[in-house]
């Protein structure tokens, strides 16, 4: 789910919740509702959800290749004290 349809939902279910006679002053309030909401939530420098899996993905990735790299560092630390152990 997309920033903008998370919004329009918030926005949605929060005039959602006003009491019948609320419900003329329903679009006017959402519009609102969801103005004040995309302002605090750019505030807040929040990532979807899409973006935080895939910075996930690349996180795990990378510590994969680290560990690889790590394994084989290790093996030639070993090559190389077990020649100047001779």
Not at 63 to 75: S, V
């Amino acid at each position: 789910m997309d920033k903008l349809q998370f919004l329009n939902d918030l926005a949605k279910k929060l005039c959602d919740t006003l009491p019948q006679g609320f419900q003329t002053l329903k679009k006017d309030t959402e519009k609102n509702i969801h103005a004040v909401l995309q302002t605090a939530f750019t505030k807040l420098d929040l990532v979807t959800r899409e973006e935080f899996d895939t910075q996930t993905k690349v996180l795990a990735r990378s510590r994969k290749k680290i560990e690889q790299m790590e394994a084989k560092i290790t093996e030639l630390e070993k090559i190389i004290e077990e020649k100047h152990a001779r």
